[in-house]
T-cell receptor
């Protein structure tokens, strides 16, 4: 059973601070890693994808991947109240013969406080 | 920006009735998926579809579920005889590659079974 684990939170950070969200996964064969943001009652919105070890930056967001430790994280710099949402970690274990499903964690609720 | 379109946004049905949830994936995407999210729970994979056939399905996707791509644009999920526990948000997603590049979710259909 392939699992993705996240701390459910809530994680509270003050406005302007760095929010650090973490995720671990059980399957060493996992090859694609994603962070989605989900506002209450809305669909997941893709923020970042990362495929190789190291850091990937996009604006205020940095994704970090460590395949040896089976660990992926998301840093949000200069956190804004509008960043308050649930952040979903998702992984894909590539297989042949068609689309590859996303396996999601339960999500971490982030609250950015004024 | 291209988007995945789902209709209806909300469907209420009685237990035992058939429902069809509709999706229009992004036009140049080749891989299509259905996911569901029961209120307060994580996003769960139902089925993936590529080259006009199912490529993978989960244990949730039993004989009551079916998918179809009746024409070049629509992708549908049918539930033949709904149960109370089918009440959930159903998300359609599509991606350009099996790796999930540029994967996008639709806004979802909230299914309520009474």
């Amino acid at each position: 059973q392939k699992e993705v684990e996240q701390n459910s939170g809530p994680l509270s950070v003050p406005e302007g601070a760095i929010a650090s969200l973490n995720c671990t996964y059980s399957d060493r064969g996992s090859q694609s890693f994603f962070w989605y943001r989900q506002y209450s009652g809305k669909s997941p919105e893709l923020i970042m994808s990362i495929y190789s070890n190291g850091d990937k930056e996009d604006g205020r967001f940095t994704a970090q991947l460590n395949k040896a430790s089976q660990y992926v994280s998301l840093l949000i710099r200069d956190s804004q109240p509008s960043d308050s949402a649930t952040y979903l970690c998702a992984v894909i274990f590539l297989r042949t013969g068609g689309g590859n499903k996303l396996t999601f964690g339960t999500g971490t609720q982030l609250k950015v406080e004024l | 920006e291209p988007e995945v379109t789902q209709t209806p946004s909300h469907q209420v049905t009685q237990m035992g009735q058939e429902v069809i949830l509709r999706c229009v994936p992004i036009s140049n995407h080749l891989y299509f998926y259905w996911y569901r999210q029961i209120l307060g729970q994580k996003v769960e994979f139902l089925v993936s579809f590529y080259n006009n056939e199912i490529s993978e399905k989960s244990e949730i996707f039993d004989d009551q579920f079916s998918v179809e791509r009746p024409d070049g644009s629509n992708f549908t999920l049918k539930i033949r005889s709904t149960k109370l526990e089918d009440s959930a948000m159903y998300f359609c997603a599509s991606s350009e590659t099996p790796r999930g590049d540029r994967g996008h979710f639709g806004n979802g259909t909230r299914l309520t079974v009474t």
